[in-house]
């Protein structure tokens, strides 16, 4: 996530893409990071390899072509592009713009995995991907989907962050796929999948974030938050497995 979301922040940031205004940056964003959400879902769905290697190439290659592009400097927005600026600094009735967009990614997210068709083809195949396939699901072209919409997430993130630090930079997103496994999985959803939901996943992002604000309130380095978060995880992790033990007839 991260990775592709600093990738998608420097291509939208050259100077080639600036000259043709805040729009065409916000597209190029959008466009990137669903291309790379594309090159997952057809290595994983049709070139049948395991996720967590296709996803953790893309990683590397991702931060390695932004630190390329970028020549490892970071890249100013522009004063013609101040668009792009003016979402971190916008409010409406004392909320930031910024706000706004991520309530309104959530609310299409949930509209689109609790009230359409498709929503429903995701929880099945997570949940079992051959039982999916014998009920007529194209599971393939389902599952590439899924990593398309996954990268179109990270393309808007790269435009919120440009827009919060009005730069473009290979080091955006550092360790932020840390951050989205912890959130998920505090808020529920099952690593074995089938099981999830947006409400519980914007739950745990902001449980996970208010435990990274008293550790940095409190003092703690980074490298203490890093070894801390990762206790985190473990541990949801082994308390999803209890309970699902506990359920299990």
């Given at each position: 996530?991260?990775?592709?979301?600093?990738?998608?922040?420097?291509?939208?940031?050259?100077?080639?893409?600036?000259?043709?205004g805040p729009v065409v940056m916000a597209i190029c964003a959008i466009l990137v990071g669903t291309g790379a959400g594309l090159v997952n879902g057809?290595?994983?769905?049709?070139?049948?390899?395991?996720?967590?290697?296709?996803?953790?190439?893309?990683?590397?290659?991702?931060?390695?072509?932004?630190?390329?592009?970028?020549?490892?400097?970071?890249?100013?927005?522009?004063?013609?592009?101040?668009?792009?600026?003016?979402?971190?600094t916008t409010r409406l009735l004392g909320i930031p713009l910024l706000v706004y967009i991520f309530a309104l990614v959530v609310v299409l997210g949930?509209?689109?995995?609790?009230?359409?068709?498709?929503?429903?083809?995701?929880?099945?195949?997570?949940?079992?991907?051959?039982?999916?396939?014998?009920?007529?699901?194209?599971?393939?072209?389902?599952?590439?989907?899924?990593?398309?919409?996954?990268?179109?997430?990270?393309?808007?993130?790269?435009?919120?962050?440009?827009?919060?630090?009005?730069?473009?930079?290979?080091?955006?997103?550092?360790?932020?796929?840390?951050?989205?496994?912890?959130?998920?999985?505090?808020?529920g959803t099952l690593l074995t999948g089938g099981r999830g939901t947006i409400i519980g996943s914007i739950l745990g992002l902001l449980i996970f974030?208010?435990?990274?604000?008293?550790?940095?309130?409190?003092?703690?380095?980074?490298?203490?938050?890093?070894?801390?978060?990762?206790?985190?995880?473990?541990?949801?992790?082994?308390?999803?497995?209890?309970?699902?033990?506990?359920?299990?007839?």
């Amino acid at each position: 996530m991260g990775a592709v979301m600093a990738l998608a922040s420097v291509w939208a940031t050259t100077l080639a893409t600036q000259s043709y205004g805040p729009v065409v940056m916000a597209i190029c964003a959008i466009l990137v990071g669903t291309g790379a959400g594309l090159v997952n879902g057809w290595l994983i769905a049709y070139g049948r390899l395991v996720p967590f290697i296709a996803t953790l190439a893309m990683l590397v290659a991702a931060r390695g072509l932004a630190q390329r592009m970028s020549d490892r400097k970071t890249q100013l927005i522009q004063a013609d592009n101040t668009a792009i600026v003016d979402l971190s600094t916008t409010r409406l009735l004392g909320i930031p713009l910024l706000v706004y967009i991520f309530a309104l990614v959530v609310v299409l997210g949930w509209i689109l995995l609790n009230r359409t068709t498709f929503g429903r083809r995701t929880y099945a195949v997570g949940g079992n991907p051959e039982a999916a396939r014998l009920a007529g699901i194209d599971v393939r072209r389902h599952t590439m989907l899924l990593y398309a919409l996954s990268g179109l997430c990270c393309g808007v993130a790269a435009i919120l962050i440009m827009a919060r630090t009005t730069t473009g930079s290979s080091t955006h997103g550092d360790l932020y796929e840390l951050d989205a496994i912890a959130a998920v999985i505090i808020g529920g959803t099952l690593l074995t999948g089938g099981r999830g939901t947006i409400i519980g996943s914007i739950l745990g992002l902001l449980i996970f974030t208010l435990i990274t604000n008293l550790f940095i309130l409190n003092g703690l380095n980074t490298s203490d938050q890093l070894i801390a978060k990762g206790l985190i995880i473990v541990v949801a992790v082994l308390l999803q497995r209890r309970n699902l033990k506990e359920r299990a007839p």
